[in-house]
């Protein structure tokens, strides 16, 4: 347990290096480190196990009841225990790299988190309970081995970033309009043929990363998209440019590199205010 005198168990102070990478809120953090704490007084508040040759999920970690950003991304944990949503005062979790096949449910009881990172593990599937997660703002969901989005990803109201590229997706929920907020969509290295109409309703938009997918046309619908600033098409299917992306006039990249764009014309004279095309 934690006292006063100890503030980090001694179980993990042994993980943080020699002398342990402890600093107080507000200094510097080792440099290069990659397992440190962080205090405030004698409240830990922040904790990165990144790349410590984790095999399981340390016990210890529940005692930080004032903890509000974990990270133990690029270890070897396969679970991690239902408890971990006692740690109510999280904001950021990072649990990405790890040889997760499973997530509890209970995970959407911690309603104050701004961001999570489950990335690059073998899940297969997401806990509908993160549905409830109404202050997410950024969601990390590239290379899960999952074959659909889950519908309750488009009533995440604050949702400003999702990455779900490196997936097996052959489709996108319609739902994922619903995400008035949003900032960035990544969907690349996924096996999209088409996507829905509804992605023209996010308004906000600044950069959607379609990056090696199997697109041959953008629905019309996009020509709402009246913040895009990046749009990545590389590796698709593309014959032409589209009509659509023309007429972006906030549009500032167009990637179309690695499409089946013939080489006649000058693509790059039919975009507004300069933008790029690389083809």
Do not use: C
């Amino acid at each position: 347990m934690t006292s006063p005198d100890l503030p980090i168990p001694a179980a993990l102070n042994a993980r943080l290096g020699a002398p342990p990478a402890v600093v107080q809120f507000g200094q510097p953090l080792p440099a290069g480190s990659q397992t440190y704490a962080v205090l405030d007084g004698n409240h830990v508040i922040a904790l990165s196990l990144r790349g410590a040759h984790l095999g399981s999920f340390p016990t210890e970690i529940l005692d930080l009841t004032a903890l509000r950003w974990l990270s133990l991304g690029l270890n070897d944990l396969t679970s991690v225990p239902d408890e971990l949503t006692s740690l109510t005062a999280l904001t950021h979790l990072y649990l990405d790299t790890n040889a997760l096949t499973g997530l509890p449910e209970s995970l959407g009881r911690l309603a104050s988190l701004r961001v999570l990172d489950i990335a690059h593990n073998p899940l297969g599937a997401i806990p509908t309970s993160l549905a409830e997660l109404g202050h997410l703002e950024f969601l990390y969901l590239a290379e899960l081995a999952i074959p659909e989005l889950p519908l309750f990803i488009g009533a995440l109201p604050s949702l400003r970033y999702l990455n779900a590229g490196g997936n097996r997706l052959a489709s996108v929920p319609p739902e994922l309009g619903k995400l008035a907020n949003l900032l960035e969509l990544r969907l690349t290295d996924n096996a999209l043929t088409e996507l829905p109409d509804d992605l023209g309703r996010l308004a906000s938009l600044h950069e959607l990363h379609l990056r090696h997918n199997h697109l041959s046309t953008l629905p019309a619908s996009f020509a709402a998209l009246s913040e895009l600033r990046l749009l990545d098409l590389r590796s698709n299917r593309f014959t032409q440019v589209p009509d659509v992306a023309t007429g972006l006039h906030t549009l500032e990249k167009l990637d179309l590199r690695w499409n089946r764009l013939p080489p006649e014309g000058d693509p790059l004279m039919e975009l507004p205010n300069g933008g790029l095309v690389l083809s």
